[in-house]
């Protein structure tokens, strides 16, 4: 099929506002370029599946696996082409526990940590219904959507080395799915009250699987967060211990094993950006370094010294497009970090101050969401209607922008980043940084 001629900043606009409604629902997705008529369904509950399964012979099994480049994504600026979009159903406010109670007292919410029960009916709605206004205009840009089955978060979660009375969401599945070109990983996460998050990708996985010959799915190692994952004499009163400690790479994480966040990770083709804080140990990057390398990439680690509570690279350091890419004014990169970017020809521009440093009454993130953007390509990015300042920002590097309302969604984790996971990009893996290519050559 004929691509559709890039949106033009005034096309864009008008879109945001004006196209019909027509969301789609949990377990569900929109059909795309890669699907026929007579082709697969997409992904259902997990009984749907079973069903199909019982009653499919071998034959017709691997005529399935026909779609190769159904998985494929090196980056975050590619023309957009496949997502899945998190929904919020069933979804509760997280167990006190060791990494989520850092995050609710720097977000200044720890009247959170009594919570029990789910999420009010009310604030379910409000962030179910801007994901489908979301969805609907990611199907006017012709991409494919992805919703994860429903999955019951109020339920206690026990094993032999941990127990949390409930879990978390499934809005966020950009936090345990990292796409590297035809490779899904599912990260290992950090929280245990997340342990079992993958669990609502489970049959849009199984689905790729069948259908994309290529498609490679792999398994981080999964942690046993037992007590000796989380350092127990960790200050939490935000003074000068805790500073001193950050600006020396000790974070409330220990390395008794492997652990990193999907959301900690930056594609830029053949290097790969690691945010190093919380959620993502030095064990969790050398995983991912060997994991990387075993398939001709580079992976390289990225801190922030300014960050008290470094959760999540999506709110700190975001690429745009080749040889541009957004940070934090408040969270300056380590300098001899930076120096990798500056030396490779990449512009690095400051994002503009979030319109309101007031949150969603029972979000636990940052203000700083304003950054959280989606790029449907290296021209369109989609943006909170509410950050002015971002939107300037954006459209005087000549980015057009999508805006809608999305500060619902807030409260369930993320913004657009946060709540999606790219699948398919139309590119293929690229090195954008001439200088460590050199560098390889000459060894």
Request: glycine letters at 6%; charged letters at 25%.
């Amino acid at each position: 099929p004929v691509a559709p001629p890039p949106p033009t900043r005034a096309c864009v606009r008008s879109s945001a506002t004006s196209r019909k409604m027509n969301p789609v629902l949990p377990g569900e997705r929109m059909m795309g370029k890669y699907d026929t008529p007579s082709g697969p369904s997409g992904c259902g509950p997990a009984e749907v599946e079973d069903t199909r399964m019982e009653t499919t012979t071998t034959n017709s099994f691997f005529k399935l696996g026909a779609e190769q480049g159904l998985v494929n994504s090196w980056n975050e600026w590619d023309q957009l082409e496949e997502i899945i979009v998190g929904i919020c159903d069933k979804a509760v406010i997280p167990p006190r526990e060791p990494a989520f109670e850092m995050k609710v007292k720097e977000a200044g919410k720890m009247s959170m940590l009594g919570a029990i029960g789910y999420r009010t009916d009310h604030s379910i709605k409000a962030a179910n219904d801007q994901l489908a206004h979301f969805c609907t205009l990611l199907e006017g840009e012709g991409v494919v959507v992805r919703r994860p089955d429903i999955m019951d978060f109020n339920l206690p979660v026990k094993t032999p080395d941990f127990e949390v009375p409930r879990m978390n969401t499934s809005a966020c599945p950009r936090d345990t799915i990292l796409v590297l070109g035809n490779e899904v990983i599912e990260a290992t996460m950090s929280w245990r009250s997340r342990f079992f998050e993958y669990r609502p990708y489970r049959s849009i996985m199984h689905d790729y699987m069948r259908r994309d010959p290529t498609m490679l799915w792999t398994c981080a190692p999964k942690p046993l967060m037992s007590d000796a994952l989380y350092r127990s004499d960790y200050p939490q009163d935000y003074g000068a211990e805790n500073a001193r400690l950050v600006k020396d790479h000790i974070y409330l994480t220990s390395e008794a094993e492997p652990v990193f966040d999907a959301a900690d990770i930056m594609r830029f083709g053949k290097d790969v950006f690691v945010h190093m804080g919380f959620t993502t140990n030095n064990f969790g990057f050398d995983w991912l370094r060997r994991h990387c390398a075993a398939r001709g990439l580079r992976a390289h680690q990225l801190h922030f010294p300014d960050d008290m509570c470094p959760f999540h690279c999506d709110a700190t350091f975001v690429p745009l497009r080749p040889y541009l890419a957004l940070e934090n004014p408040s969270r300056p990169m380590e300098p001899a970090e930076r120096r990798i970017f500056e030396e490779n020809g990449w512009q690095l521009i400051k994002a503009a101050q979030p319109n309101s440093m007031e949150m969603p009454p029972l979000s636990q993130c940052s203000p700083w969401l304003c950054m959280n953007i989606l790029s449907l390509s290296d021209k369109v990015v989609f943006c909170e209607e509410t950050e002015k300042g971002m939107i300037e920002v954006f459209e005087d590097q000549g980015l057009d922008v999508i805006t809608l309302p999305f500060r619902s969604v807030f409260e369930f984790g993320g913004s657009f980043h946060c709540a999606t996971a790219d699948v398919r990009r139309r590119g293929e893996m690229k090195s954008y940084f001439p200088a460590l290519d050199a560098q390889d050559a000459a060894l």
